[in-house]
Every structure is written in structure tokens, then in C-alpha cells.
């Protein structure tokens, strides 16, 4: 019996990563085209908004001469959203309720599956209250997060599972965990950043790379750039109303986040790989995905962000945040020469 539970334990957390990963690119691109990402007079039309979808959140900031009418249908990417999320919170209930009867039997232990059901619940809830949380940043930058904590617990307990031998690297393994830490940090703060530039409507404050509309350092707001706005305004045509000198400010704290993560990412990465071994694969797997990501990001600015290739960014830096985790695994569970 402890052996089947330890198997079905097995496949439902390798199944649950996958749909939580795929749960983070479909809210991605749920987020990106509602905010006028792909449209038809694309990108005119980005922070132009549905004023009927959204008709609850814009009678309370509109005028009163906005008539909204029915709410309209989901589309493909948010059904199968709705679909995704529904399955992943059985699976991760059904995670907990096997690591329970396993619990005397030296299984994988409470505590990763019952964190990751929280952070389901807490999505779930948001998902009940916030349906449509366009212009709701605190609510977008919650979900968000949510759904990367929720990521890398899953990816942890399948690190976790799939434990191979201790693993002979340098003296300086210690070291480099130390600074990978700091690098997850660091990761960290730039999704924060990446988020707070959807939330507000800030992904073409600036429309020309090196320079930000051809100025080193263009005329910025940052106070009223990171203020928490609780809910955003919304002209009676559905245009979202952002003050320019606050989203330039967003825009550019994320790009230099973005170049201070590619240097630190880049060091930890060419240190990674002079450990050789397994460590080696994983410092040239940051590589490969910091180089992706840069190139995603000028992309995004020249062509004034496609959907997909915002969409792709989004799912590079969560695969990111999974190899940095996975090397701060790899480094646990090494010993010295």
C-alpha cells in the first residue's frame, strides 16, 4: 500500500506542476488581452478596455452617463483557465489527503502539500470575490504571486521526490548557495516589478530601446507610479486614465531591475558552471533562459509588445524562477569533497 500511495503521490504532484505552470501562461494571456494586448488596431488600442465585461469596477469610477449592459461570455483562454484552476485545486486536495495516510509511513511529510493547498484556497477565494480584477492592481500583483508560490512549492516537492545522490561539487557549493539565494531574491523583486507594469498600464510608457523615447533618463513620477491604487480609473469611452509620468516611472525601476538581474544572473550562472556536474547543467540552463528573456524584453519594446511574445516573457521568467530553485535544491543537498 505505501508503495502504490508513493507512486499516485508521485504522479499527482508531477501532474499538478504542469497545471499550475499552464495556469500561470493562460492568466498571463487572460491578463494581456484584456488589457488591449492583440486586439484588432493593436497597439492602439492597448489600456482601452471592455466596458461591458468590466461594467462593476467601471461604474465606480466613471460617469454616470456609462450605461454597461449584460456581462459578456468568457472566451476560450478564460474557460480553459476556469477549467485549469477547478482541476488543480482537486489534485492539490487529493495531495494532501494521500501525503495524510502516508504520514506514518516516512512519506513526503504535511507541510509543502498543506502550504500549497493554502495558496490554492487563497487563489480560489480571490477568484470568487475578483472575477475580472483588470483594474484592481493589489488583486492582480496577489494573484500573481500566488500562482508562483504556488509553482515553486509544487516544483520543490517534485525536487524533493525525485532525490538522486548527494552530489560532489567544491568547497565553494556553500558559497554559491548564499549568492543564489540572493539571486531568488532578486527574481523575485523583478516579477514584482514585471506585475506592477501590467497592473498599471505601463508596458508602452516607453517605446524605444536603449532609450526610453529617445531620452536617457525621461521626465519620471515614481512616488505616484508605486502608489497602491486600490482600483483604477476608466474614462466613459473605456480608455484606463494613467498619468504618463507614473507609468514611465514603472517602466523604467523594471528595466533597470532587469539589467541589475542580468549581471547578477549571468555571474551566478558562469559560477554555476565552473561547479561542473549536475550544477554545471543547471548554471547553463540560467544562461540560456536569462539570454531568451533579454532578448523577449527588447522584443516586447521594438515591436510594442505582441501578446504572444509577452506572454512568452512571462512564461520564461516563471521557467527562470524554477531553474534558480532548483539549483538552491542542488546545493543543499551536495556535501564537499
Known amino acids: 500500500m505505501s508503495s502504490r500511495l508513493s507512486s499516485l503521490f508521485s504522479k499527482l504532484v508531477t501532474v499538478s506542476l504542469v497545471l499550475s505552470f499552464a495556469l500561470i501562461v493562460l492568466s498571463s494571456h487572460m491578463r494581456l488581452s484584456n488589457q488591449g494586448l492583440g486586439c484588432d488596431d493593436w497597439p492602439d488600442c492597448y489600456g482601452r478596455i471592455d466596458i461591458v465585461k468590466y461594467a462593476g469596477d ?64 487563497f487563489l480560489a477565494v480571490l477568484g470568487v470575490l475578483y472575477g ?31 532525490r538522486g545522490p548527494a552530489v560532489d561539487v567544491s568547497a565553494g557549493a556553500e558559497t554559491l548557495r548564499k549568492w543564489a539565494l540572493l539571486g531568488l531574491a532578486l527574481i523575485v523583486v523583478q516579477t514584482v516589478l514585471g506585475g506592477w507594469v501590467s497592473s498599471n498600464f505601463s508596458a508602452l510608457a516607453c517605446s524605444t530601446f536603449p532609450l526610453c523615447n529617445g531620452l536617457l533618463w525621461p521626465e519620471m513620477d515614481i512616488p505616484a507610479g508605486f502608489t497602491l491604487r486600490h482600483l483604477l480609473a476608466v474614462s466613459p469611452e473605456g480608455r484606463v486614465i494613467v498619468e504618463q509620468a507614473a507609468t514611465m516611472a514603472v517602466h523604467m525601476v523594471h528595466r533597470l531591475g532587469a539589467v541589475l538581474v542580468l549581471l547578477f544572473m549571468g555571474w551566478l550562472g558562469y559560477r554555476a558552471l565552473k ?15 536569462l539570454a531568451l528573456q533579454v532578448l523577449l524584453g527588447m522584443t516586447i519594446i521594438i515591436f510594442s509588445a505582441p501578446l504572444g511574445v509577452v506572454v512568452t516573457h512571462n512564461a520564461t521568467a516563471a521557467l527562470l524562477w524554477l531553474t534558480l530553485l532548483a539549483l538552491i535544491y542542488r546545493l543543499l543537498q551536495s556535501r564537499r569533497h
Do not use: C, F, Y
Open 58 to 121: 467601471i461604474a465606480a469610477t466613471a460617469s454616470r452617463s456609462l450605461q454597461p449592459g449584460t456581462l459578456a461570455p468568457p472566451t476560450a483562454v478564460e474557460r480553459a483557465h476556469r477549467g485549469v484552476a477547478s482541476a488543480l485545486l482537486v489534485l492539490i486536495a487529493a495531495l494532501v489527503i494521500v501525503a495524510w495516510r502516508q504520514r506514518k509511513d516516512s512519506g513526503p511529510g504535511m507541510t509543502l502539500p498543506l502550504a500549497a493547498l493554502a495558496v490554492t484556497l
Open 132 to 162: 475580472s480584477p483588470l483594474l484592481r492592481p493589489p488583486v492582480v500583483m496577489a494573484n500573481l504571486l500566488g500562482g508562483m508560490a504556488l509553482l515553486g512549492l509544487l516544483w520543490w516537492l517534485h525536487l524533493s521526490l525525485s
Open 275 to 289: 561547479l561542473g556536474g549536475r550544477i554545471r547543467g543547471l548554471g547553463m540552463a540560467i544562461l540560456a533562459l
